[in-house]
């Protein structure tokens, strides 16, 4: 069964930064893409930022220059560092690692349970 550990989140005032740390575990392997996505309640699931194995990363536009995304291949594991945190970003954040590209991995990536970041004004 694969599982992907997320840690991280919490309460920030916005201007803020956060670093979020997902690590999948070793029974899942021939992950190519890891990356987080986000959800606000009655939204749907957006990304925030991916990676693949071989550095090609992709960010949502809301995020870009704010949100820096890095993986550890040894450790499996996918850290977001969050900075200039707003309000908007308020959400829960889920952590997905994917055997294919980023482009398929709101269909067919494993998910983690996801972790609230909350930003006050």
């Known amino acids: 069964q694969v599982q992907l550990v997320e840690s991280g989140g919490g309460l920030v005032q916005a201007g803020g930064s956060l670093r979020l740390s997902c690590a999948v575990s070793?029974?899942?392997?021939?992950?190519?893409?890891m990356g987080w996505y986000r959800q606000a309640p009655g939204k749907q699931r957006e990304l925030v930022a991916a990676?693949?194995?071989?550095?090609?990363?992709a960010y949502g536009d809301s995020v870009n220059g704010r949100f820096t995304i890095s993986r550890d291949n040894a450790k499996n594991t996918v850290y977001l560092q969050m900075s200039s945190l707003k309000p908007d970003d308020t959400d829960v954040y889920y952590c997905?690692?994917?055997?294919?590209?980023?482009?398929?991995?709101?269909?067919?990536?494993?998910w983690g349970q996801g972790t609230q970041v909350t930003v006050s004004s």
């Open positions: 070793r029974t899942l392997f021939s992950i190519n893409a």
């Open positions: 990676i693949t194995t071989g550095g090609s990363m």
């Open positions: 997905n690692a994917n055997r294919g590209p980023i482009g398929t991995m709101l269909v067919n990536g494993y």
